[in-house]
C-alpha cells in the first residue's frame, strides 16, 4: 500500500511538472509571436487604447448614447480605426534603435495625460501645453503628488520593465521594410472602409464634438506639444512687433490744475471666479473690502481665456478673444499707456507677464526671499505691497502700477493665504485635491478669495489716504475662472467652447475717487448704471484707455464703456 501510494504521487507529481511546463511553454510561445515588431506595435496601440483612454470612450459613450443605450457599433468602429492608426504610425517607427526608445517615451506621455485628464477632467490641447512650458518651478512642484508618482508606477514603471524585458525579433532592412509597408498600407485601407461606411455619422459627430479629439492620448499629448513648438519656437523668421497706439496723448482738464498725480492701479487676479465673490451673491462673505470700498462691481464679465497663457496677454491686447493670436506680436495696452508718457510698472507675484510687460518697467516680486511674507512655499500676494508707498509718493507724470497676483492658482490652494485667513474650515491642506473632500476643496478656495479682497482692501486705503496728492483709481480683475468639481472637473484650461461657466465668468471691480473722476471727466454714476450689462476682456483694452482719457486712433469707442459715460470738457473738446 505504502509502496502503491508513493507511486501514485509520483505520477501525480509528474503529470503536474509536465502540465507546468506546457503552460511556461505555451506562454513562451506566445512572447516569442509577441516579441516580433508586429504582434509589439498592435499590442501597444491596443494598451493605449483599452488602459489610457478610458476617460475618451466615457465621454464618446456619453455623447452617443440615445435614451440610455450605447452605440455600440460606433463604438467599436470608431476603436478599430484609432487603433488602426496608431498602429500604422508606431509600424513606421518599428526599426530596432527606435522602437523600444519611442514605445518608453509614449509610455512616459501617456500615463501622464491621462493622470491629468482622469484626476482633473483636464483636456491636452496647445493651450494647456503652453501652460506646462510657461509656468513656473513653484506651480510645477504643486502638482506632483504622491497619487501622481503612484500613478505612473503603476502606469509607466510597470509597463517601461516589462518593454525592457522583451527581445524583440527584427529582419532584415528589406524585410523589415517590406513588412512596414504591408502592415502601413493594410491599416490605411482598412481605416478608409471604416470612415466610409461611417462617413455620415463621424462627419456629425466630429463636427460637433470636436474636443474628443483632445482626449485620444498619446496623440492629443503629441500634437499639441509639437504645434505650441511650432508656433513659439521653430519658426525661421521672427515677426516684428505691430506697434498699436504710436499716436496716443493724454488728455488733460484744463478746468483742474491742482497738481496732484493720477494714479491707476490695476490688480490682476489669479483662478478667481466670479460665483463665489459674495459681492456677486454667494452665500459665503468673501468679499467684504469690495462690498464696502465704495467702487463698482461688473457682475457679468466673460475672461478672454481658460488660462493665464493666453487670458493675460490676450486682455492687455486691442484685438479681443476671436481676433487674438499668440503669434500676432502685437504692442498691447501697457505700450500704449507708456507712449503716451504714462509711468507704468509691472509687479509680479506669479508665473510671469507673458509678454504684456516685456517693453516697460518689471519687478519680480517672488524673489524678495527677506520678506516677511515669503517661505518655502514662495510669495503670499501681500509682498506686491513692499514698497509700494515710494512706487506712488515720487515722479509726477501719470502712474499706471499693475500687481499681478497669485490669487487662488490651484492645486495648491492652501499656499495661498497667511494662517490668519484660514477662516472657512475644515481645509484641503494638499496639493493633491481629489483626495480631499469637496467642500474642504471649497472652503480652502474661499479663502483665498478672501484673502484677495484683504490685498485690494489694503491698496484702497493706500489710496484713500493719498487723495490729497494723487487723483487715484483702482480696477481689480481676474484673468479666468476655476472649476471646483462640478460635473466632476477641476482647475481650468478646457477648450473655451466646452468650457464651463465656473472657467469663464470672472470678477471686475472699479473703484474711482472723485478727483478722479473729475479730472478725467467722467459720470461715475452712469458707469455704476452699466455694472450689469455683459462686459468681457475685451473692453479692458479700450476702458483703460477711456478711464485714463488717452486719445488714440487704437481705442474703438464702442468697446469703451466709459465712453458713454464722459462729461466733455469744454476748454479742451475731443
Known amino acids: 500500500m505504502i509502496l502503491n501510494n508513493s507511486s501514485s504521487k509520483h505520477n501525480s507529481s509528474e503529470k503536474t511538472k509536465t502540465v507546468h511546463s506546457s503552460r511556461v511553454s505555451l506562454l513562451y510561445s506566445v512572447f516569442e509571436r509577441i516579441a516580433t515588431p508586429t504582434y509589439f506595435t498592435a499590442l501597444l496601440s491596443l494598451v493605449f ?11 464618446v459613450q456619453r455623447l452617443t448614447s440615445i435614451d440610455g443605450n450605447s452605440d455600440w457599433i460606433f463604438l467599436i468602429t470608431l476603436f478599430l480605426c484609432i487603433f488602426f ?50 509656468t513656473d518651478v513653484a506651480e510645477f512642484s504643486d ?32 524585410q523589415e ?44 499629448a503629441i500634437y499639441a506639444t509639437s504645434s505650441y513648438l511650432k508656433r513659439t519656437h521653430f519658426k525661421t523668421t521672427k515677426k516684428p512687433i505691430r506697434k498699436v497706439g504710436q499716436d496716443a496723448i493724454f488728455i488733460k482738464n ?34 467684504p ?13 466673460s475672461s478672454c481665456g481658460t488660462a493665464t497663457a493666453i487670458s493675460l496677454p490676450c486682455m492687455f491686447s486691442p484685438e479681443g478673444r476671436e481676433k487674438y493670436s499668440p503669434s500676432r506680436y502685437s504692442e498691447g495696452l501697457l505700450d ?63 502712474l499706471v502700477l499693475v500687481l499681478h497676483l497669485k490669487g487662488s492658482h490651484g492645486p495648491a490652494y492652501y499656499k495661498r493665504y497667511p494662517d490668519t485667513f484660514r477662516r472657512f474650515t475644515p481645509t484641503c491642506d494638499k496639493a493633491d485635491i481629489t483626495g480631499c473632500e469637496r467642500q474642504s476643496i471649497i472652503n480652502t478656495y474661499d479663502n483665498t478669495l478672501l484673502y484677495t479682497d484683504h490685498v485690494i482692501g489694503r491698496v484702497l486705503t493706500l489710496l484713500k489716504a493719498r487723495q490729497e496728492r494723487n487723483h487715484a483709481a483702482l480696477l481689480y480683475v481676474s484673468d479666468h475662472g476655476e472649476s471646483l468639481g462640478e460635473n466632476n472637473i477641476y482647475l481650468h484650461g478646457l477648450p473655451y467652447s466646452i468650457a464651463p461657466k465656473e472657467q469663464t465668468h470672472v470678477p471686475l471691480y472699479l473703484w474711482l475717487s472723485k478727483s478722479f473722476s473729475a479730472i478725467q471727466g467722467l459720470d461715475s454714476a452712469c458707469i455704476d448704471r452699466l455694472k450689469e450689462k455683459p462686459h468681457s476682456h475685451d473692453h479692458l483694452f479700450h476702458s483703460v484707455l477711456g478711464l485714463m482719457n488717452v486719445q488714440t486712433t487704437a481705442r474703438q469707442t464702442e468697446l469703451d464703456f466709459t465712453a458713454t459715460c464722459r462729461k466733455r470738457d469744454k476748454s479742451n473738446p475731443q
Request: glycine share 6%.
Open 49 to 59: 487604447l483599452s488602459f489610457y483612454n478610458r476617460p475618451m470612450w466615457l465621454e
Open 85 to 134: 492608426a496608431m498602429n500604422a504610425v508606431l509600424t513606421l517607427l518599428s526599426w530596432s534603435f527606435l522602437l523600444k526608445p519611442i514605445s518608453i517615451i509614449l509610455i512616459l506621455i501617456t500615463a501622464s495625460a491621462n493622470y491629468f485628464i482622469s484626476v482633473f477632467g483636464v483636456m491636452i490641447d496647445r493651450e494647456m501645453i503652453r501652460n506646462v512650458f510657461e
Open 143 to 174: 502638482l506632483i503628488t504622491l497619487r501622481l508618482i503612484i500613478h505612473l508606477i503603476v502606469g509607466a514603471a510597470i509597463p517601461i520593465w516589462l518593454i525592457l524585458r522583451i527581445r524583440i525579433r527584427f529582419q532584415t532592412v528589406p
Open 177 to 220: 521594410i517590406k513588412r512596414q509597408g504591408v502592415v502601413f498600407l493594410t491599416s490605411l485601407v482598412l481605416i478608409a472602409v471604416i470612415i466610409f461606411l461611417q462617413f455620415p455619422h463621424y462627419s456629425v459627430f466630429f463636427r460637433n464634438n470636436r474636443h474628443v479629439r483632445h482626449m485620444v492620448t498619446p496623440i492629443n
Open 254 to 287: 484744463q478746468s483742474i490744475n491742482d497738481g496732484k498725480r493720477i494714479v491707476f492701479i490695476m490688480i490682476v487676479g489669479e483662478t478667481a471666479r466670479a460665483a463665489n465673490y459674495s459681492i456677486q451673491g454667494y452665500s459665503r462673505p468673501t468679499s
Open 289 to 301: 473690502n469690495l462690498e464696502q470700498g465704495g467702487g463698482i462691481y461688473f457682475s457679468n464679465v
Open 336 to 398: 500704449v499707456l507708456a507712449q503716451a508718457g504714462a509711468q507704468v510698472v509691472w509687479r509680479n507675484n506669479n508665473s510671469g507677464c507673458k509678454g504684456t510687460c516685456n517693453r516697460i518697467k518689471y519687478e519680480n516680486m517672488t524673489k524678495h526671499e527677506t520678506s516677511e511674507y515669503c517661505g518655502e512655499d514662495g510669495c503670499i500676494d501681500e509682498v506686491l505691497l513692499d514698497g509700494i508707498e515710494e512706487i506712488l509718493d515720487q515722479g509726477t507724470e501719470p
